[in-house]
């Protein structure tokens, strides 16, 4: 009340700016504890996640208690099984959080040293975090894990384990990928419809863009695929193996420059309708049939009958050119801070390590299993309805086989986005694909220690 | 607050003889009473700032669980100084804070007229403003992406209708902060008019009345009654403003790729926010130091911003 003219006002100015402190010191802490990992983890320990049907999530009493987190229902099936079937006396609550939430959840509680669950899946693009600083359970020398060595898909085994060569996430389900065309479209197109016609005809990428420009050529309002960023760059990048790394060297320019020219070729013949993967967009082109096809792994089936259920019987799927690449997959892994790693041990031994475990989550999702003996099932020769009667689940385990690998690195994530930010760059503004590739590369040098070019 | 503090400072004068234990003592009660905040502060608003400071200067996965940070004094603060994806993004966010500043002037005039008494159902209007701020930013998100799609969004097919050609809102560098921009002044234009509203309604009519007498018009009343007694509020949301603005978070992940973009902020970085690149430094990358040093630095520069215009136009002079 220093001048004293208008008391009423300058009261109401110090309740308003001491307001403003209060609310920006909250939004500052939000932030702060968004940082430090306390936000989003709070209270992890009880983390309810959204109710699964058919899932009774109590802990039976007398009965060993673990909790799994994961972010597809389809763990469900698995976990039905085992907690009638199990001989360990362990009761398994599942709960199911968002794909982000399951990793940033897990993050924050081995942050805090607390409220982990007993297991904890991870995808294949968080892996690299994961396995290479600790915090999770040593498979190879804590529980004998490498017993499962020769029955998983060589390369996954590789992602799940860390440097030093020890399996850290035991490989779940993996992504063996194809190139998905529809029959119908082709046939009036005058292409090639059954899938070993089609086959024959692309067997490298120059054959690909051939046909993408014989089918534009036909059918000027239709593209072989949505974006060659993602149908042609990915699967040539891959094919190298995931991951942006070999050991600590960077691989930009040998890897991403090739796939990046090939991409840009592409778009110019317009092999691609031009439309980013993902979203809405995509839906809706794939709907009034802007493109046709696409270069993806097995699991997308799934999204697909949920999507665009009116496609279901119309799709083909062929082996990819120049050989055979993963998209995807997720493992399983034991945080070191739990208080019941046997019985969760038990467990993931059940789902990931078992025929009859792995199938049960196969035959209800189309989780493609990484364990091969699970392949042995006859269910594996049966025509599938989605692609048309087509044994396309055969097909899945041989494109599984030869998948070259890197092993994973701590800063795998990093190097993607920085990689990713020239990819826009070539993509939307045209740079050159070599000189994007040098950029990326100098801008990694700059910002990761530890790596070299 | 401020009355609680100027209370118990008068208390402690008169007490000074009997020594400070003795007023603790006799305010045991009140102290209890008050004592919830505080300990709820404490714990959810203080100690994870204190934290975060003291991790701004360590090196720290995370993955490790607590006590495996390594300490490196100053050295994220210098590689922050030489980060140009750092200036990048706050760049970006001063960007995106000019600019939706406009939701402050859009607000001003919306509650001005609906102040007037010239528009009927004044509440009704009111609730639809104030409807974006609670609307999930999830739905948000999807209703704009498809607003903004490139071939097949509304925008676009309103401009195709005019002759004008599409813009590729999300993808391309030069659009990317506009599109952001618009959602956040859609989104938060509701809250400073309510805001602003209030301010209004405590404005005593007889000065109108008395300016109006004296044959001032409508701008003249504006200029010289309203905005000058509006002064505090102003000064009050277009803080808020600052604040919200340099921490713009949800609008920029979900417009520029979304949480699992390999290229995060989009095309060439554009839609990169400053709190964007520093959640990725920690949840992605999973530098926990650095991401605190950003998070400090970026508190000293919005206590700056807020100091600036505080000490130029938001304080009343005598």
């Not at chain 1, 968080?126 to 898909?153: C, H, P, S």
């Not at chain 1, 060659?228 to 060297?249: R, Y």
Request: aromatic fraction near 14%.
């Amino acid at each position: 009340m220093a001048n004293g003219k208008k008391p009423y006002s300058l009261d109401r100015r110090r309740f308003l700016k001491a307001s403003a402190g209060a609310v920006g010191g909250l939004s500052l802490a939000g932030c702060a504890g968004m940082s430090t990992g306390g936000g989003g983890g709070a209270g992890a320990g009880n983390v309810q996640g959204t109710p699964v049907a058919g899932l009774n999530n109590q802990d039976v009493e007398g009965k060993t208690n673990i909790t799994v987190w994961f972010w597809d229902e389809g763990l469900k099936y698995a976990v039905q099984d085992y907690n009638k079937n199990n001989k360990k006396n362990v009761n398994v609550k599942f709960v199911k959080l968002s794909y982000d939430d399951t990793h940033n959840k897990l993050l924050t509680s081995l942050a805090a040293g607390s409220g982990a669950p007993d297991v904890c899946a991870i995808e294949i693009g968080q892996v690299g975090n994961f396995v290479t600083r600790g915090g999770l359970a040593d498979l190879t020398t804590e529980f004998e894990g490498d017993q499962f060595k020769d029955d998983m898909v060589e390369y996954k085994w590789i992602h799940g384990s860390n440097q030093e060569g020890k399996l850290i996430a035991m490989p779940w389900d993996i992504g063996p990928a194809g190139m998905w065309y529809q029959p119908d479209v082709f046939k009036r197109a005058d292409l090639p419809t059954e899938p070993e016609e089609v086959g024959k005809r692309v067997q490298t990428w120059e054959d690909v863009m051939q046909l993408g420009q014989d089918l534009r050529k036909k059918l000027p309002n239709t593209a072989l695929f949505a974006d060659a960023f993602n149908d042609i760059f990915v699967p040539i990048v891959e094919q190298k193996g995931h991951g942006w790394f070999q050991n600590n060297k960077l691989m930009f320019e040998e890897k991403g420059t090739p796939a990046l020219q090939a991409a840009v070729e592409a778009r110019k013949n317009k092999v691609d309708a031009n439309i980013d993967w993902w979203g809405a967009e995509w839906n809706e082109g794939l709907k009034q049939g802007a493109f046709q096809g696409m270069m993806i792994a097995s699991w997308m089936q799934t999204g697909l009958t949920q999507s665009n259920p009116q496609l279901i019987g119309k799709w083909r799927v062929v082996p990819p050119p120049e050989g055979n690449f993963n998209w995807g997959g997720s493992f399983l892994t034991i945080p070191a801070q739990g208080q019941n790693k046997e019985a969760a041990w038990d467990f993931v031994k059940y789902v990931c390590c078992t025929p009859e475990g792995q199938n049960a989550i196969f035959r209800s999702t189309g989780i493609f299993p990484a364990y091969k003996p699970a392949w042995k099932d006859p269910l594996y020769d049966q025509p599938v309805d989605f692609f048309g009667g087509q044994k396309t689940f055969r097909l899945w385990t041989e494109l599984a086989q030869n998948v070259p690998a890197n092993v994973v690195n701590p800063n795998d994530r990093q190097a993607g986005d920085v990689v990713g930010n020239e990819i826009t760059k070539v993509e939307k503004q045209g740079k050159d694909p070599a000189q994007a590739m040098k950029d990326a590369e100098a801008a990694a040098l700059k910002r990761i220690q530890g790596i070299v070019g | 607050m401020a009355s609680t503090t100027a209370g118990a400072g008068g208390r402690s004068g008169l007490g000074q003889k009997r020594g400070t234990w003795f007023e603790v003592r006799r305010s045991f009660w009140p102290y209890v009473f008050i004592s919830p905040f505080f300990i709820l502060f404490g714990i959810f608003g203080l100690f994870p700032y204190v934290y975060a400071f003291y991790l701004s200067f360590v090196e720290w996965s995370g993955i490790g669980g607590p006590g495996t940070e390594t300490w490196v004094g100053l050295r994220n603060y210098q590689a922050l100084l030489g980060d140009d994806l750092w200036w990048k993004s706050l760049y970006n966010s001063v960007w995106l804070f000019v600019v939706t500043n406009l939701n402050l002037v859009i607000a001003l005039v919306l509650a001005y007229i609906l102040n007037s008494g010239l528009i009927r159902f004044k509440e009704v209007y009111r609730a639809a403003f104030f409807a974006p701020i609670v609307a999930s930013s999830v739905a948000v998100a999807v209703i704009f992406t498809t607003l903004f799609g490139e071939r097949y969004g509304t925008i676009n097919w309103v401009l195709s209708l005019v002759g004008l050609p599409g813009v590729d809102w999300l993808g391309s560098a030069t659009w990317i902060k506009p599109a952001i921009a618009t959602v956040v002044i859609w989104r938060y234009f509701g809250w400073n008019t309510v805001i602003y509203l209030a301010g209004l309604q405590s404005i005593p009519t007889d000065l109108y009345e008395a300016a109006r007498v004296d044959g001032a018009s409508w701008p003249q009343i504006f200029r010289h009654i309203t905005l000058p007694l509006l002064r505090p509020v102003i000064t009050f949301t277009v803080i808020l403003s600052i604040i919200g603005a340099l921490q713009l978070f949800e609008e920029p992940l979900m417009l520029a790729g979304g949480s699992q973009s390999t290229s995060p902020g989009g095309t060439d970085q554009a839609g990169l926010t400053t709190l964007v690149y520093l959640y990725n430094q920690a949840f992605s990358y999973l530098k926990f130091g650095y991401a605190s040093a950003m998070s400090v630095a970026l508190f000293v520069i919005i206590v700056l911003f807020s100091f600036v215009y505080y000490r130029t136009v938001g304080r009343e002079r005598d």
